[in-house]
């Protein structure tokens, strides 16, 4: 009801049936977001779009079969931006102890405060593992991070939150020149 989880699975349950995250970024609408009625708007054969609206907000959401990548169009809406630990259990669960939070460049250098950028990752990691998302927003966007949350505010018409699965921090630019290509339309 409060907008998107995206997960990041990893590891296989014990009976490999099914893959599970460690973790999972979460793109909220906003305290006064309650979206009651997920609605499919258009589907093709690898993707579907689908909608979450409350009152005058809404997020308009563009998956892809075997695509790392997670559109999100936002109207009205300046979207907070968090990850989280799941409460999966499993033995190949690496991140079941205490973890951190960061929100990094391209390069592994921390971010605080107000920035204004199009693109940066949020990293979930212990010890033992390292969750990785890119995010890329519209040029002059700018995010406030506070804690383990950043809020996007944006400078334009465009309103939109492209989420991708990295392996590590360099696919953050490599991953750009398609991150801002959004299918529209697939066929097998």
């Given amino acids: ?21 460690q973790s999972k970024l979460l793109v909220k609408g906003g305290d006064d977001f309650n979206a009651t009625k997920p609605l499919a708007e258009r589907w093709s054969d690898w993707t579907v779009t689908f909608s979450e609206t409350s009152g005058t907000k809404k997020m308009t959401t563009t998956l892809a079969h075997g695509v ?36 990094i460049d391209g390069t592994g250098h921390s971010l605080t405060g107000t920035q204004t950028l199009s693109q940066f990752i949020v990293k979930v990691s212990n010890a033992a593992t390292t969750d990785l998302y890119g995010i890329y927003l519209p040029a002059g966007s700018s995010i406030t991070i506070d804690g383990s949350e950043a809020t996007v505010s944006y400078s334009g018409d465009k309103k939109f939150v492209v989420v991708a699965l990295l392996k590590q921090n360099s696919d953050l630019n490599s991953y750009a020149t398609y991150a801002y290509s959004k299918p529209t339309d697939t066929k097998v």
């Fill in 1 to 21: 009801k409060y907008g998107l989880d995206i997960h990041y699975p990893k590891y296989w349950v014990d009976n490999g049936t099914e893959m599970k995250a």
């Fill in 68 to 103: 790392p990548f997670t559109w999100i169009e936002m109207t009205h809406i300046d979207p907070t931006i968090t990850v989280v630990k799941t409460g999966n259990d499993g033995a190949d669960n690496l991140l079941s102890e205490s973890v951190s939070v960061d929100f």
